[in-house]
């Protein structure tokens, strides 16, 4: 249920809480993209207690909630979206705490960390599993939810524990053997990620770092990561008579059970393909990238005649690994 309540009602919502709101807070700057509309009502929570009583007014209230990562692989419509977005980019969400669970080699950081910084943090103190994370932008939280990864491994891979708070406020802690990652997909419900823990394993330092540099070299070289874009707009679809195989295989590793979007959108002849500011990449087929000031429906658009072309040239529906955020409907 959906209720209607004014952005300036929402935002009194939560004046005796621990939290910075802001109302018609553009969200492009939010966003690898760097287009698209307002959220009626931001919020960035100071601390778990906050976050939990919001989340559990919200729920009684029927106001949407909405979390942002570090927007890298958002779109959001050019009219923005209602009810309330969360940001946890305060301090008490981006806290990395080493030896969190009395081992050496486990290390937990908040929802909010920036995954580069912690794949850098890991290498300098010798710390080795997150490094196949090497060139990919997120927060902890939004890489745990997309179960980001690529070719090298997958963040489920290392993780030893996450923990969510409910749509209803309440906290879960999910060992890692209770959690199946996916192909950019987890089990984990509905829900805010609030921090995950890691384990990993000590090596030495010069190593890690030079696997990371490697890493991010094999990442610069296919992909454009100097343009605005959202990374790979699509998921790879599963090769045909895959269906029944193991589905772990989370890091959509193409020589597997899973064909190349790009590939594919390649084949279609679709590569530098435009519209209005937005642009198949000539780097990468399943990369779109925009110029400053492209509309998200342009951007839409050319999603849109992507999946057209490719289903008309190889008969395959391509589903969107971006996730698009328009009004009315979270
Ligand atoms: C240049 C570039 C290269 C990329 N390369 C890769 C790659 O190699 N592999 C790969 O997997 N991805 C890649 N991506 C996509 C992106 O990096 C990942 O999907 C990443 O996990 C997004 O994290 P985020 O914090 O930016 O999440 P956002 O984009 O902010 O959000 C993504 C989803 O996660 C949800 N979410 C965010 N935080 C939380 C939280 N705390 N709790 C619950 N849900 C949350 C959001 O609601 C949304 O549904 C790339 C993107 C770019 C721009």
């Known amino acids: 249920m959906t209720t209607i309540v004014s952005p300036s009602g929402t935002a009194a919502l939560f004046a005796d809480l621990a939290v910075r709101v802001e109302t018609d ?3 492009a700057a939010h966003t690898w993209f760097g287009i698209g509309g307002r959220a009626d009502v931001l919020v960035h929570p100071m601390d778990d207690a906050s976050l939990a009583t919001l989340l559990r007014r919200c729920h009684q209230g029927g106001i949407p909630v909405r979390v942002l990562g570090s927007g890298a692989n958002l779109l959001v419509s ?10 946890l980019d305060e301090p008490a969400f981006r806290e990395v705490k080493a030896n969190a669970v009395g081992s050496l080699e486990a290390l937990r950081a908040g929802a909010g960390a920036d995954l580069a910084k912690l794949v850098n943090d890991c290498a300098r103190r010798g710390l080795d599993g997150l490094s196949p994370m090497a060139g990919i932008p997120a927060s902890v939280g939004g890489a745990i939810r997309m179960n980001a990864g ?3 491994g997958s963040i489920g891979d290392a993780v030893h524990a996450v923990a969510l708070l409910e749509p209803d406020g309440s906290l879960k802690v999910f060992p890692a053997g209770e959690i199946r990652f996916g192909y950019r997909e987890t089990s984990l419900p509905a829900g805010v990620v609030l921090w995950a823990s890691f384990a990993l394993r000590e090596e030495d330092p010069l ?3 030079e696997r990371v540099k490697e890493i991010f070299s094999h990442k610069k070289s296919t ?7 959202a990374g790979c707009v699509f998921r790879n679809p599963r090769k045909v008579g895959a269906e029944g195989a193991a589905s772990n295989a989370g890091h959509g590793d193409t020589t597997g059970e899973r064909e190349s979007a790009g590939r594919l959108i390649d084949l279609a002849g679709l590569k530098g393909r435009s519209i209005g500011g937005a642009r198949v990449s000539d780097r990468h087929g399943n990369f779109v990238t925009v110029a400053p000031g492209t509309r998200t429906a342009d951007v839409e658009a050319l999603i849109r005649l992507i999946r057209e072309r490719v289903r008309e040239t190889s008969g395959i529906e391509l589903d969107t690994e971006v996730v698009i955020w328009r009004r009315g409907e979270a």
């Open 25 to 27: 807070a553009p969200l």
């Open 78 to 87: 050019d009219e923005g979206v209602d009810g309330v977005v969360v940001k």
């Open 150 to 152: 690529g070719r090298f």
């Open 207 to 209: 190593k890690v770092r």
């Open 223 to 229: 992909q454009p990561l100097a343009e605005h874009s």
